[in-house]
Structure formats: C-alpha cells, structure tokens
C-alpha cells in the first residue's frame, strides 16, 4: 500500500504545481497559505513513506568510494567517530555506509573515538548494522573496536607513531599484540586508509594536520554540512574523498547500494532524509519559478492595460 | 467567542483526553510513570498543532500556546538568572553567611567591595518606578552604555576589520603547488580542487576585487558615480550574490527544523512510523 | 546635571575599558565589567517581571480583549518561578543544578518551552518558501543575481543539479552544479561577508566612539533636552 | 609544533603504565643510584621482555618571563630530546616539574611528544620558580637540567599591541579630525541611504493609516552594540513619531533593554514637547526566551496591525519569521543588522535593508548633525586604509609568489606583522 500513500501525495504536489504554473502564466499570484499547505506535504510524504531519489555521487564523494572499492582485499581501514548524539543523525549513516561497503570488500577495520561521546555512538553501530549484516564476521579477527582515549589531537600525536602507545589494548582488555589486525600495524602510517567521521574539533582537519600529512596516510572523511566548506581546500590531496551532510551520506548509500546488490534494501537513513529535502527544494524551486511567471505575465498585463 | 468557536474548542478538548488516554494506555507496558508521560507527550504533541495552527490564521489556539510560552519562559530565565549570577557569582563575593545557605564556596578577596558597586547602580536602576528620582535610572545605563562601547571598540576592531583585512592578502598569480603546467592544463583543470589552476586563480581574484568594491559600496562620503559608481555597483552585485547563496544555503537546515517536529509527531505522538 | 554625570560616567568607563587592553595589570577589567552587567541585568528583572505581570494583571482586571489568556501566562509565570526558586522535586540538596534531570523545572521546560520553542524555529521551513516566492524575482539587475545564486544553490543541493550538468566532462566539474554552488559558497560568498565585516568593524569603532565622547546621546534625549 | 596553556593531558595509557610511572618516579626520587638496576621485578610489564631504554633528555630548557601579562605566567621553551621522532619513537612525551623557592618539585603538566615550550600560567608574582623537563618513557623519565631560578615580572604596557594601538589610533584620529572639522562649520557630504530617507514617509504612513509603528531592537541586551545602535535610531525616530502624533509600540526581549527603551522614547517626547503623550506602556518586556519573544511578537503583529514595523539591532533565526509576518499584514518594513547571517532574508522580506555599517551610520545620519556626519566621513579615512593595505598586500605577496622577489616578501612580512591581533 505504501505505493499509493506515495503517489496520492506527489500527484497532488506536483498536479498542483502544475495548476498555478498555469494560473501564474494568466499573471495570478499564489496565496502565501498555499505555499506553507505544498511544503507541508513536500515534507510530511517521505516521512510518512519513504520515498528516496536516486542520488549520483559526485566526484568529492566517488573518489572515496572508488579508493575503498579499489583496495586489495584484506587490506586494514581505521576509522574514528569523533562526534556527538546531537550531530550523529548527519554523520552516523556516513560511518555506517562507510563500514559496510569497507567490510564487504573483505577489509579489516580498526574503529576508535577521540570523543568521549563517540564511544556509544559507535556500539550502535557494531551492534544494529555489523552484527546483524556481517554475522559471520569476528570481534577481534576482521575488526578490532580499540575504544576512546582522552587527549584530543595529543592522542593524535602518538598514534602516528605508535598506535599501541596509546591503545595498548582493545576495549575487551584483550592486548593488541595478540590480534592479528596489528601484527602488520605499528603506527597510523601502516594503515591503508584512514576514514574519520565528526566536524567538530577534533575532527577530520586535526587528523589531516596531525596523522594525514606527517604520515602520508590517505584520509577519507565524513563530516557535518555545516564544515564541508572548509575541508575542500585539503580535497584531494591531503583528503581523497569528503561526504559533506546529508547529501554527501546520500551519495554514498546510493552509488553502495548500485555497486553492491546486497545493499540494496538496507537502512538508507541518509537517502531517507534526503526524501523531504529534496521534495522541499523542489517545492521551492519550482515557486521561484512560479513567482518569476506571475511577475513578468503580471507587469505586461499592466502595461497593455 | 461566538458558538462554532465553543465548539471547536470543546472538540480539541475531547480529542486532547482522548490522546492522553490512548497514549498512556499505549506507554503503560513499559512506563511507570505512563499517565504523567502520556500527558507530557499529548501536551507538546497539541501544543506543536497550536504553534502550526498560526500558518493559517491568529486563533485561540495559538494565543493559548503563545501566552504560555511567553509566562513559562521569562519566569525559566529570570530564575536562571538568580542561581547563575546572584548565587553563583555576586553571592560568594559579598556575604559568608548567604553563601552558606545556598552553598557555594565564599570567595574572599580584598577587591570584593568594588561588587557593591553593580548592586547599587541595580537598585538606582529600580528608581525608574519613581517619579521624583526616576532621572537616576540613568546612571546605571551610562555605565552599561560605556562597557558595551569601550569592550566593542577593541573587539570588532580586531575580529572585523584587523583580521579579515589581513586574510584578503591573496595571489593573483598562482602560487606552489600552482605551479605553471602550460597553457592546456591551466584552462582544462577548472574543478574544485587544489589543482584547478584556473578555478583557484578566479577565487583569488574574485575575494580581491569582491572585497575592494563591496567596501566602496559602503563609502559615505564620497558621491558614487564615475568610476568610484561603477565601482560601487560591482560591490552591490557581490552583496547580493553573497545574500542569495547564503539564503540557499540555509534552506536544507530549516527543512530539517520540520522535518524534526513532523517526525515528533508522527513517531513519538501518533506512533505512525517507528 | 542630569546629563553630566550619566555623559562622564560612559565616558570614564569607555576609555578606561579601551585603555585597558593595552595595559596587562587592568587585563581583569573586561571581565569585571562583564560581571558587573550581569549583575545590573538581573535586578532589571524586577523590572522586566513586574512589568510583566503589572501588564497581564491589568489586563485581567480591566476584563480587556483577550483577558482570558492573561491567566495562562500569570500560571505557567508563577508555576515555572516557583518550580524554579524553590528547587520543586529537586534530586539532592539546594546545591543541586536548578535544571537536574527530574525536577519539576526541568519536566515544565522539556514539555513545554522545548516543543514550543523548536516548533516556532521550524515555521522558518515554511517561510524560507514564501519569502523565496515573494522575493526572488528578476526585477533588476541585482535582483537577478540574488534569484540566480539562490537558485543555483538550491539545484545544488538536490539530485537534479549534478543530473543536469553531469555531461560537463570532469576537466571542467566546477561548472556541474554542486560543485558550482560550493565554488560561490567560497568565493564571492566570502568576499561579500568580508566586505561586510570590515564596514561593521569601522562602523562599531566610528559609533563607540560618538558614544564615549558624547557626540552621540540620542538615548539621552538627544541634543536639546 | 603545539603549543600548550596549562592543559594536562592524561599520556599514560591503562592503569598498569600509570602505576608503572610512579613506581619509576618514585624510584628516581629516592634513589638515582637505583637507575642501573632500574628494571628490575617492580617494573617490568607483564608479558614484555624487552628491556630498559635510555632515552636523551630535553635540551637547552629555558624558563623567561612571558611578556606583557600581569607578572602571572612563565614560559619554558627546550629542544625536544633528540629521541623524539615521528616514526619508531619510545617517547611518549614530556612532563614539566616546578620547584617553588625551595620546594619539592611538582609535576604540573603531561605533554605529548613533539612539544617544545609551555605557558605556566598557575604562578604569583613575586615567587621565585625554577623548573626541569622530564623526557617520558613507557617506564621511566630522564630529567633535564633545572632551570636558573625566576620569577614572573608585571609589565604596565603591552608593547605586543603597538601596532593594534596605532591601527586605533588611525582610526579613532581620522574620526575625531572630521568631528572637529565639522565642528568648525565646513560643509562635509554625505550620500543618500534609501533605508533612512524612508523613515519619515513610513511613520507618516502610520500616521495616515491611524495605525501604530512597531520596533524591535532585537533579541540581544544592551552589551551588544547592535542594540545601542537600534535605540540611538529609536531616539530619532520616536522623535518624529512624537511630532507626527502616531503611536510607538516598542516588545523587547531583554528587562534592560525595556528600561533603556522607555528613557529614550520619554525624552524624545520631552524634547517634542509632548511629555504628556508618553506611557510606559509604548515600551514592554515580552520574555528573555527567542521564541518566546518571536511567538509574542507575531501574535501583536496580527492583531495590531502596524503600519510600519522597524527591525533594527541584533537578530538570529527569527529575523525571517518576524519579517514575513511583518510583510503579511502589509507593513513597511525597516530593516537592519550587523549578523551577515541574517542580512540575506531582511534584504528578502523588507522593503528596506540597513547593511552592517549602515546600522551604526543611521543615527548619525539621521541627525544631520555636523559633528556626527564628521564622524562618518572619520570612518571611509578607515576605508581608504583598508582598501590601501589590501592592495599593497595583494600586489607584494602576488610578485613575492610569482617571481620571488625578496623586497616584496619583506613588505608582505612586515604587514603582516602590523596586521597580526594578540
């Protein structure tokens, strides 16, 4: 049934837009209480069914996504969920895509948090997207959760030299020495790929500054749309790949789910929360257009009058 | 109030109990507290309707949720007021014994007496409700008048004028690792990275001239016509460049604004989706 | 008299604070000041919560149009005060946060001030529409500019601005679409902010300054009183 | 190369390397003959092997005064021992000890490897300090020399802001020079600002319509200068409200702001000669809360009915929500503020915007008072400098790029300087 309750709505939204293109073009202004009914409907619809557009990476986000596709199987991925509760609903459907698409091209990843709070944000996502979709795969053997440690860009520091200086073990207490992951891992420099999620401080340009650029690791990040602006200046040297917002999740999960069949009926929270802005901006577009027909129609009939 | 309005009124009362009891019948599995929680979530999920409600026009609706909104929050932030300045700071400078009582640490110092100072410029504040003396309520604004003027001067100095002269010093010839890769590579690499010749080129030269005529935009003295006007009127385009991408851009976060109250009440409320 | 001492009064404070950024042992000064506001500004509540109430009480009394909803916010102003002042249901002792978790001040501020206030922020969704309906229209030249760099930032932001211009080979991706839209985001976005920033600067300077010497004392009464 | 204020950053890592730290302190400090026989059974982690390694210390560890400060800070700069590299590193970072007078010493701050210098900014004036640095090791530490012994100076003057200090003095100079050459009675210009022409048509359009004139002075209280800004305006304007005989209506968020609000507005009617036509009632606080005051707002909107709405001062999120309500009751609206943020949706739903400095400008302007012009005339002294030093900027640092020209670095350097904040 939802495809109804899907089409009912987008019928109605775009069968109206369509009437007042029609009246704007007799010159007739639209009703402000008109515009809020449109955008109501533009963003009550998704909610209540999903409704999802097919997003195409753009290049900023298929340059990461071609560079964890690429790598050979096997090879180590860290990534760290700098990040709080209030921005996790825009940056945690990035680290999930990120760590499917990594572990199912066979990767090994290492998860940790420079915040405090990044801690349990991460379990969420061991627990509600690894478990269940990577079932076979073992805590320990084919990822390690290494956990949080206090010292902001300090731990940074360390760890591009030494990564079991600051993480001696794993969250379990079981001593890195003994996981397999890091007998090929000594420092950040080792890893294949660094993957940071967050847009705060410390975030993706501490870990450009800090472990990216005197290390020589490549650094794919994730971060709120609100600094995706102040990361271009590093893409794609010292950055080879930037998800910027929701958009950027959106991408991600999109171009996943075409390269990756399995995906295809996974959670998409970043394409599910695309659904309404899209809708939105569309709504809006299509007014300003709307308003400009109104206006130029509206002058030439005062003027022949 | 005529009827129809007594009406509707009484209608939203009924659906209000209704939601409060079907929602606390609906938390009372896992919620102990599920009448009172129940009456919470009614309550914000109604008072959202009434805020959405003024969309279409001023109704009893809304002046309810508005003069709620407006007595519940002077009354948050005036006792926010008295704990964080009065008890947490002016208190434990002025007097041992009422930092006892609220406990907070006493902070003695031989300076604290300039903290009379506020608390007597306040009360010559409370003057304003006399007629005759009234003209004392001046003396406090003065003051404050002065600190706004004296700390802005320096600040905005620097931040806004200081810093963003400073950080418009850009090349407008290239530099590393911009380096000459012929005339081919130059006109073909216009992308958005750090690559992109031609792209980083025409951002520099952009914030250089954008800048340079947004500020002969602002010039007051001088009559804006000739080529100071022309000057002026590039600076006018940049302002509204600047003004509709900044609107733009700021639209995807007001949607999600909605997008976070309509899941409220679809989710947590009407518990249509999960 | 009455405009003498209030005059120097700005006048003393003002260079004092701009004199002391220069001199380290008055560094403290800036935040004593500060402090010294705070502290005037919750005495003025008395004044802004008397008014308050003198003004619904009124209103009340008077059985004035809408005198009815007076009640609500005399309730929900002495409910959340008392809640607010006594620590209502409070965990711990009066040392306690007057916003712990729990209380009765928290409980009033979650469900009611909370969805009040965020749903009055979302009713911008609702007017980002209406005013861009309204205000972006080629009526002229700067007009236009608005409603193109809006519009280009919209398209920029859906799946329809890379659809578009996804034939631009990739030599040449800052003409698609989105990457457009960051390129004026960073580029003639920034100058226009900075263009700005550097008129507030002088013009906050220029107007502490009329301030601090007198020149100006419109809030005073102006010139001739 | 960091630079730390004071902040301890937790280096050990787990409780046994913790534990392990203090036993090695604890042993260096009883006994440093016990270095030799340092890894003995108390010290060595379970499950490793590998034995004790000495690590260099830190060199050249200066303490000096930090200059231009209160006498209340120490600075400490060293070269970091000669073991602490990027890759294969055993150091995990430094530790700095202080000895007040002739005290023990005391650990006061852990720092990541690759540091060089620390602000210690816990100390009196007129103590006497001297301090080591501690290389760290996973179990032991490998002291510096001490330093010589210091003590933190006041200074009366901070010679870093010199040039800080001649910028204002330009600045304030240019503004002070034209007040008092207007002052003289030479005739200064000033351009046309469309936002101020239109005050007086729009109050007396509200005079017309027989309906009241609306002002917000924005949401912040009296320490933002955008408020002062709005009230200098409301001085003038409630000036013309009182000759025109129309009404004021003035909801403020801010008790303050209420107070300064109704001063204002009495004297201009004093000063209109109509001190009976004011009450306080022109003037009223709505609530401190954003949304609170935008809810109250829009709800007088809609049932006054302004004829002319003024949005002047500082604004956030709601300047969008009171302007359209504004415009949908078919006011004229004045608009005008000093957040970048906000200018995009004034200039979308009010018929006029004041930008940034036209705020501050407003008043001045409106007076027409030759004094104030002056200090307007003072400001674009300002421009003309911005202006200047951009230009020579942009030209040194584009010729010192592109052609490494050494005397164009230099004047780029050199600005720099000047135009560095500290």
């Known amino acids: ?305 | 109030m005529n009827r129809s309005t007594y009406i509707v009124v009484g209608v939203v009362v009924v659906l209000f109990l209704l939601s409060w009891i079907l929602k606390a019948v609906s938390l009372s599995g896992e919620d102990h507290r599920y009448i009172l929680h129940g009456f919470l979530i009614t309550m914000s999920a109604f008072l959202t309707l009434a805020i959405f409600s003024f969309l279409y026009r001023d109704n009893p609706f809304y002046k309810f949720a508005e003069h709620l909104f407006v007595g519940v929050s002077a009354a948050f932030w005036m006792t926010q007021g008295f704990w964080s300045t009065i008890v947490g700071n002016l208190i434990p400078r002025l007097s041992a014994g009422f930092s006892e009582f609220f406990m907070v640490p006493h902070q003695p110092s031989p300076w604290n007496i300039a903290y009379w100072i506020p608390v007597i410029l306040g009360i010559l504040l409370l003057m304003r409700l006399s007629a005759k003396y009234g003209w004392l309520s001046r003396w406090p604004l003065a003051l404050i008048v002065g600190t706004t003027a004296g700390l802005n001067f320096v600040r905005y100095l620097r931040s806004d004028f200081i810093v963003q002269v400073s950080s418009t010093f850009v090349p407008l010839l290239g530099r590393e690792p911009h380096q000459w890769q012929g005339g081919g590579a130059f006109i073909s690499h216009l992308d958005l990275s750090a690559t992109g010749q031609l792209a980083a080129l025409l951002t520099n030269w952009i914030i250089f001239l954008g800048v340079f005529c947004g500020i002969v935009y602002f010039f007051f003295s001088k009559e804006h016509t000739g080529v100071f006007g022309r000057a002026s009127r590039v600076g006018i385009w940049v302002l509204m460049i600047t003004f509709g991408a900044s609107f733009g851009y700021t639209v995807m976060g007001r949607i999600s604004l909605l997008v976070g109250r309509v899941t409220f009440l679809f989710r947590d409320w009407l518990e249509l989706i999960s | 008299m009455r405009q003498l001492v209030p005059l120097t009064i700005t006048f003393c404070v003002g260079t004092l604070l701009i004199v002391s950024v220069f001199i380290p042992p008055l560094g403290d000064l800036e935040r004593t000041f500060t402090l010294w506001f705070d502290i005037i500004a919750v005495f003025a509540f008395f004044l802004g919560g008397g008014n308050l109430l003198r003004v619904h009480i009124n209103k009340l009394w008077r059985r004035k149009k809408d005198w009815g909803f007076s009640i609500v916010t005399l309730a929900g102003f002495a409910t959340m005060l008392a809640a607010g002042l006594f620590k209502i249901g409070n965990p711990g002792d009066i040392a306690t946060a007057v916003d712990a978790p729990g209380s009765m001040f928290y409980t009033i501020f979650d469900s009611v001030v909370v969805p009040l206030g965020s749903t009055m922020y979302s009713l911008l969704a609702f007017f980002v529409a209406s005013a861009s309906y309204r205000a972006f229209r080629a009526k002229n030249r700067e007009a236009t500019l608005l409603l193109l760099a809006a519009f280009i930032i919209l398209l920029g932001r859906t799946p329809f601005g890379l659809m578009l211009t996804e034939w631009v080979p990739d030599s040449f991706s800052l003409l698609q679409i989105p990457n457009l839209a960051i390129w004026i985001m960073n580029s003639p976005n920034l100058a226009g902010q900075r263009a700005i920033m550097i008129g507030i600067g002088l013009g906050v300077v220029s107007m502490s300054l009329r301030l601090i010497l007198g020149i100006e004392r419109s809030y005073l009464g102006g010139d001739n009183a | 190369m960091t630079f730390h204020r004071g902040r301890t950053s937790s280096l050990a890592s787990g409780f046994s390397a913790r534990l392990i730290i203090v036993i090695v302190v604890i042993a260096f400090l009883a006994a440093p003959a016990m270095w030799s026989r340092a890894d003995g059974p108390d010290i060595v982690l379970a499950g490793s092997d590998s034995a004790l390694v000495s690590l260099a210390p830190v060199t050249s560890l200066v303490a000096a005064d930090n200059t231009y400060d209160n006498g209340d800070a120490l600075r400490l700069t060293w070269v970091p021992s000669i073991d602490d590299r990027l890759i294969d590193s055993k150091i995990i970072g430094y530790r700095v000890y202080r000895l007040a007078g002739t005290g023990e010493p005391e650990a006061i701050a852990d720092l990541p490897p690759g540091s060089n210098q620390y602000l210690d900014e816990t100390v009196l004036r007129d103590s006497v300090y001297s301090y080591y640095v501690s290389t760290l090791s996973e179990r032991a530490e490998f002291p510096s020399n001490r330093t010589a012994v210091i003590s933190p100076q006041r200074e009366w003057i901070n010679l870093d802001r010199g040039y800080l200090f001649l910028i204002a003095l330009a600045i304030a100079g240019a503004v002070i020079y034209y007040v008092t050459v207007a002052k003289r009675g030479k005739k200064l210009f000033v351009r046309k600002i469309a936002g101020l022409e239109a005050i007086d048509d729009a109050v007396g359009r509200a005079t017309e319509m027989g309906r009241p004139v609306l002002f917000i002075p924005g949401i912040h209280d009296m320490d933002d200068v955008q408020t002062l800004a709005a009230l200098t305006i409301l001085g003038r304007v409630s000036r013309t409200i009182a000759d025109y005989e129309s009404k004021i209506f003035m909801p403020v968020a801010r008790s303050l702001v209420m107070t300064a609000g109704r001063e204002v507005i009495k004297s201009s009617y004093q000063a209109a000669g109509r001190p009976d036509a004011y009450s306080d009632d022109m003037v009223n606080y709505i609530t401190d809360e954003q949304f609170g005051y935008v809810a109250a707002v829009d709800g007088i909107m809609v049932r006054e009915k302004p004829a002319t709405v003024f949005l002047l001062g500082a604004f956030f999120a709601e300047s969008l929500i009171l302007a359209e309500t504004g415009n949908s009751v078919g006011a004229i609206q004045i608009a005008g503020t000093a957040r970048p943020a906000q200018l995009p949706f004034f200039i979308a739903a009010c018929d006029f915007t004041l930008i940034g400095e036209e705020l501050f400008a407003a008043s001045a302007y409106l007076s027409g008072e030759p004094r104030q012009l002056g200090s307007l005339k003072g400001q674009d002294v300002g421009k003309v400098i911005a202006m200047v030093v951009i230009m020579i900027g942009v030209i040194s640092l584009t010729f010192a790029e592109a052609w490494k020209i050494e005397f164009m670095q230099d004047i780029l350097d050199r600005l720099s300087v000047v135009f560095s904040t500290n």
């Open chain 1, 1 to 305: 049934m939802p495809d109804v309750g899907v089409m009912v709505p987008l019928v109605a939204i775009f069968g109206g837009l369509i009437w007042l293109l029609v009246r704007a073009i007799r010159g007739r202004e639209v009703e402000r209480r008109v515009i809020f009914i449109f955008i109501f409907v533009a963003v009550a619809t998704p909610i209540l069914f999903p409704i999802t557009f097919q997003e195409h990476a753009t290049p900023v986000v298929k340059d990461l996504f071609d560079r964890i596709e690429n790598l050979p199987p096997g090879s180590t991925i860290l990534m760290s969920f700098d990040f709080d509760p209030a921005m996790a609903p825009e940056v945690q459907p990035m680290a999930n895509a990120l760590a499917r698409h990594s572990l199912t091209r066979e990767h090994k990843i290492v998860f940790m948090c420079l915040w405090a709070t990044g801690q349990s944000l991460l379990n969420t996502t061991l627990e509600y997207v690894i478990k269940p979709d990577f079932p076979h795969l073992v805590d320990g053997v084919d990822f390690v959760n290494v956990g949080y440690k206090a010292g902001n860009e300090g731990v940074l520091n360390v760890i591009v030299s030494d990564f079991k200086k600051m993480f001696p073990t794993d969250v379990n207490g079981v001593p890195l020495d003994s996981i397999e992951i890091f007998d090929k891992v000594g420092s950040c420099r080792d890893f294949d790929l660094i993957l940071t999620v967050g847009g705060g401080r410390p975030g993706p340009k501490e870990w450009v500054l800090f472990v990216g650029d005197p290390a020589n690791v490549p650094i794919g990040a994730g971060v709120a749309a609100v600094v995706a602006p102040q990361l271009y200046p590093y893409y794609p040297r010292q950055v080879i790949g930037i998800l910027g917002g929701i958009k950027g999740a959106a991408e991600y999960e999109s171009e996943l789910a075409q390269t990756h069949p399995r995906f295809e009926d996974m959670e998409k929270p970043g394409l599910r929360m695309m659904g309404p802005q899209t809708l939105a901006h569309v709504v809006i577009m299509a007014f300003i257009v709307i308003g400009n027909i109104a206006f130029f129609r509206g002058r030439r009939g005062r003027k022949t009058e």
